[in-house]
């Protein structure tokens, strides 16, 4: 049985940073694309990043390139979404999915969206003074 858990998650101040982790059990996240998605409660469903599987190539939103990092650590089965440069609209619970793949280019969301497999329960994130 596949499950993803999602940790990390926090109040922080504008400006501040967090380090989410999605962690698997029952699935080798090395051989899987790892999207996070966050859904806050006045906005649509929102894709944030994905790492493919095999090459690790990355994708990010227009809204985080720049401040947020994805990366895996295969030893821990684990892909981490670092948030830097936090603004008050990442505000926003965060979810982990796994899929065959990202998807392509810019518009990665709209495919990854449609052939996720699995994906948690997801961790809050509250950016605020």
């Known amino acids: 049985q596949v499950q993803l858990v999602e940790s990390g998650g926090d109040l922080v101040q504008p400006g501040g940073s967090l380090r989410l982790s999605c962690t698997a059990s029952g699935i080798s996240l090395g051989d899987r694309a790892i999207g996070w998605f966050r859904q806050a409660p006045t906005r649509a469903r929102e894709g944030v990043s994905c790492i493919s599987g095999g090459d690790d190539t990355t994708h990010y939103s227009d809204s985080v390139k720049g401040r947020f990092t994805i990366s895996r650590e295969s030893a821990k089965n684990t892909v981490y979404l670092q948030m830097d440069k936090l603004e008050p609209q990442d505000t926003a619970v965060y979810y982990c999915?796994?899929?065959?793949?990202?998807?392509?280019?810019?518009?990665?969301?709209?495919?990854?969206?449609?052939?996720?497999?699995?994906w948690g329960k997801g961790t809050l994130v509250t950016v605020s003074s």
């Open positions: 999915a796994s899929a065959p793949r990202c998807g392509s280019g810019d518009s990665w969301w709209t495919s990854f969206y449609y052939i996720m497999e699995s």
